[in-house]
Nanobody
Framework: QVQLVESGGGVVQAGGSLRLSCAGS????????MAWFRRPPGKEREFVAA????????SYLDSVKGRFAISRDNAKNTVYLQMNNLKPEDTAVYYC?????????????????WGQGTQVTVSS
C-alpha cells in the first residue's frame, strides 16, 4: 500500500513559478514509477509528467515541455514538479500517482495509487 500527499499548490500570476511536492509512504517508494496528472476546470484529467523509479527516464505532456520538470528524491520518498512560466491554461487540480512498473508511463489507467490533489490557479 502506498499513500501519497501533495503540497505546494496556490495562486500565481502568469509567468510565475510553483513547485509541487508529493510525499509517499512505504519502504518500496523508490521502486515505483511516479507521475503528475491534472484536471482543468470542466475537463477530463490529463497526463502532465512521469518519472521512472531510478529517475533516468521521464515523459511530458507536449504543452509543458521546456516549462515543467519532474524529479524525485528517493531518500525522502518525494517527487517534485517544478513549474515555470505558468500560463492560465495550467490552472487545474494536480494529482500525484504511482505504480510499480518500469519506465515512465503516460497512461492514467497504469497508475493505481493517487493523492488527493492540490489546486493550482494561474491568473492572467
Amino acid at each position: 500500500q502506498v499513500q501519497l500527499v501533495e503540497s505546494g499548490g496556490g495562486v500565481v500570476q502568469a509567468g510565475g513559478s510553483l513547485r509541487l511536492s508529493c510525499a509517499g509512504s512505504g519502504r518500496t517508494f523508490s521502486a515505483y514509477a511516479m507521475a503528475w496528472f491534472r484536471r482543468p476546470p470542466g475537463k477530463e484529467r490529463e497526463f502532465v509528467a512521469a518519472i521512472s523509479w531510478s529517475g533516468d527516464s521521464t515523459s511530458y505532456l507536449d504543452s509543458v515541455k521546456g516549462r515543467f520538470a519532474i524529479s524525485r528524491d528517493n531518500a525522502k520518498n518525494t517527487v517534485y514538479l517544478q513549474m515555470n512560466n505558468l500560463k492560465p491554461e495550467d490552472t487545474a487540480v494536480y494529482y500525484c500517482a504511482s505504480h510499480f512498473v518500469k519506465g515512465a508511463p503516460m497512461t492514467e489507467s497504469t497508475y493505481d495509487y493517487w493523492g488527493q490533489g492540490t489546486q493550482v490557479t494561474v491568473s492572467s
